[in-house]
Nanobody, 120 residues
Framework: QVQLVESGGGLVQPGGSLRLSCTASVGSIFSIYIMGWYRRAPGKQRDLVATITSGGVTNYADSVKGRFTLSRDNAKNTVYLEMNSLKPEDTAVYYC?????????????WGQGTQVTVSS
C-alpha cells in the first residue's frame, strides 16, 4: 500500500507564496513512478497542476507555468510544490497524486487534499 501525507496549505494574499509538500509512504516492493499535484476549484473538475517523474521530467499546467515549481527528493519519496505570485484563481483544494509500480503493474493513489485560499 501507499499513503500520501500532504502539508503546506493555507491562506495567503494575492502575490504571495506558499509551499506544498507531499510524502509517499510505500512498502519496499513498491517504487514511485510519478508524483504530482492536481487541484479542484469550487464547482469545477480536478485538473492537473504539475507532475514529475522519477527521472525528473516535469509537466505543468499552462496556468501555473512560470509561477509554480515542482521538485522531488527521490530518497524521501517527497515532492515540493513552490507556488509564487499566487492569484485568487489559484484558490482550490490541492491533491497529491502518485503512481506506484510493482513489477509491471501500476497503482494510483490520492491524498486527502489540502486547501489553498488566495484572498486579500
Amino acid at each position: 500500500q501507499v499513503q500520501l501525507v500532504e502539508s503546506g496549505g493555507g491562506l495567503v494574499q494575492p502575490g504571495g507564496s506558499l509551499r506544498l509538500s507531499c510524502t509517499a509512504s510505500v512498502g519496499s516492493i513498491f517504487s514511485i513512478y510519478i508524483m504530482g499535484w492536481y487541484r479542484r476549484a469550487p464547482g469545477k473538475q480536478r485538473d492537473l497542476v504539475a507532475t514529475i517523474t522519477s527521472g525528473g521530467v516535469t509537466n505543468y499546467a499552462d496556468s501555473v507555468k512560470g509561477r509554480f515549481t515542482l521538485s522531488r527528493d527521490n530518497a524521501k519519496n517527497t515532492v515540493y510544490l513552490e507556488m509564487n505570485s499566487l492569484k485568487p484563481e489559484d484558490t482550490a483544494v490541492y491533491y497529491c497524486n502518485t503512481i506506484a509500480q510493482v513489477g509491471v503493474r501500476r497503482y494510483e493513489y490520492w491524498g486527502q487534499g489540502t486547501q489553498v485560499t488566495v484572498s486579500s
